[in-house]
């Protein structure tokens, strides 16, 4: 058996650098449709630097340089240089927050004379190398608690970093390393978690002042609180596996929720959500008891989640009204049909969604868009480029982006698979987690399905920062992925 090297050309994943090359050849395209005013008649003004075209094609050009650069230096150096490029990328991130100028509300672009860098868009490139090289140490072990906590402070470190400089938005990408944590074993308790508080905190919010037709109670607490209920029961089924526990606690937990409910209705009107606290209390006391009965550690987790559940739900309320920023609450608001406010913190969606709806099913035509073109949409070139594209192009054209969008990122899960070690494999799916992450929120973003957060689409919204930082990601993964011993037999 012996390892196979070859050339460094013909070990690069060529398919992906042309799926690179067509993502961005579109986005230039679409942020053309997005700056081009009906007074521009010659295609080369796109080329212009006064123009933002021109300035991306730039950025492109550079990135392309970078690229280049990138897949000459050797796999080990990443490793090696990785802490140096973490410290160094929390210390500009903290220097920021000090020396940036306000933007909006935000201390994240550094400026030299006319041009601006945003640092936190080159820490997902530092966080990301970091995390893999501690992930690919020979010694980790992810049911080690002391490599599972440093591994979770080594994401939360620049999220805080982030959030100093009051760039909420960009600081939540960086919950999608967690996707690398679960790939490499660990338990899935944590994505539940993450999962049931937006399911706990939309619900809870979103019918907090909903009453029952004939309870004098609300709706929002009440189905949370089954809610927490249904889920640690089922964990007990399909995590602990225990049928005996399961059956114990699902006839108690229905029962104790449908019995005071029928109570309150035809016997004596009485708060019925005194019962669901004390039923969730009885949960988590009967897992705690169950662990000095078996020691088995799952029953642990399951208390802890019931706990955990209880308190995050608590705190819904007070972090809506006392925490986020007012134009934060408002969005939300927005999104979950609270409020409608189609002239202040719901027109950029409100508008996206006309200029998508208007393209119909083949569009209007590459710069033939009306929306765009006289400007209706806010920051149309930007986070909410993907409205020029539904007008311009169309249904159809839309479907091409996404599912093209989406074989890029198998494309990147499937070189994270074919990786024989773990750095290289934990560096892969986070550079697919952060792509995916991006894709989703943005389109979700710009379609109404989650509240505007300021985040870009790879490779389409307009930004140097933005897109130079992805390649970075993008092309240091290919050099490692060209790394990687293939063996022949």
């Known amino acids: 058996m012996e390892t196979r090297r070859g050339n460094i050309l ?31 008649t010659n295609f080369l003004e796109f080329f212009e630097q006064g123009e933002r075209s021109g300035k991306q094609a730039l950025w492109i050009g550079i990135s392309l340089f970078t690229g280049i650069f990138l897949l000459a230096i050797p796999k080990d150096t990443y490793r090696n240089l990785s802490p140096i490029i973490y410290i160094v990328a929390i210390a500009v991130g903290i220097l920021t ?18 041009f601006k860098i945003q640092p936190a868009e080159f820490m997902k490139f530092a966080t990301t190398l970091m995390l893999a090289s501690y992930i690919g140490q020979r010694e980790f072990n992810i049911n080690n608690r002391k490599d599972i906590l440093r591994s979770i402070a080594i994401i939360m470190l620049p999220m805080v970093v982030i959030v100093a400089q009051n760039e909420t938005g960009s600081a939540l990408v ?11 074993g660990m338990t899935g308790i944590f994505l539940l978690m993450a999962v049931s508080a937006v399911v706990y905190f939309v619900v809870g919010i979103k019918f907090d002042s909903t009453m029952f037709d004939n309870l004098p109670i609300a709706i929002g607490p009440y189905a949370v609180t089954v809610l927490i209920l249904t889920f640690s029961t089922a964990m007990i089924k399909f995590w602990c596996k225990n049928d005996r526990t ?8 229905i029962a104790g929720i449908l019995l005071p409910y029928w109570i309150s209705i035809y016997l004596f009107e009485f708060n019925i959500m005194i019962t669901q606290y004390l039923l969730l209390i009885f949960n988590a006391v009967y897992m705690l008891l169950r662990i000095k009965l078996n020691k088995e550690k799952k029953n642990l987790w399951i208390a802890l989640y019931l706990i955990g559940s209880m308190a995050f739900y608590s705190s819904c309320e007070y972090v809506m ?18 409020k409608e406010d189609l002239s202040g913190a719901g027109y950029n969606v409100h508008q996206s969604k006309i200029a998508i709806g208007s393209g119909g099913l083949a569009g209007k035509g590459f710069l033939k868009g009306t929306q765009t073109k006289l400007k209706y949409v806010p920051e149309q070139d930007t986070d909410f480029i993907f409205c020029t594209i539904g007008e311009e192009q169309g249904f159809l054209g839309s479907t091409f982006v996404l599912v093209f969008f989406v074989v890029f990122i198998l494309r990147l899960v499937a070189l994270a698979e074919r990786q024989n070690n773990r750095f290289g494999r934990a560096y892969g799916y986070a550079l697919a987690s952060i792509f995916f992450f991006h894709f989703a929120i943005n389109i979700g973003m710009v379609i109404g399905f989650v509240p505007v957060i300021g985040i870009p689409l ?12 992805f390649s970075i990601l993008l092309f240091s993964f290919l050099r490692i992925d060209a790394d990687r011993e293939e063996v022949r037999r």
């Not at 399961?246 to 937990?253: E, G, H, M, S």
């Not at 009204?321 to 609270?338: A, D, S, Y």
Request: one cysteine or more; a negative charge; aromatic letters at 16%.
């Open 10 to 40: 013909g070990r690069i994943d060529w398919l992906t650098i042309a799926l690179f090359i067509v993502l961005a050849t579109m986005g230039w395209l679409a942020i053309c449709g997005a700056s081009h005013s009906y007074i521009e």
């Open 97 to 114: 927050i000090f020396i940036a100028e306000d933007t909006k509300g935000s201390h994240s672009w550094i400026s030299f004379g006319s």
């Open 174 to 184: 960086y919950l999608s390393l967690f996707i690398v944590l679960y790939r490499e």
């Open 246 to 253: 399961f059956l114990v606690l699902a006839i108690t937990n």
């Open 321 to 338: 009204h006392n925490i986020l920023e007012p134009h934060q609450k408002v969005r939300i608001e927005v999104l979950l049909g609270l």
């Open 458 to 469: 790879p490779f389409f919204s307009y930004g140097g920062s933005s897109f130079l930082g």
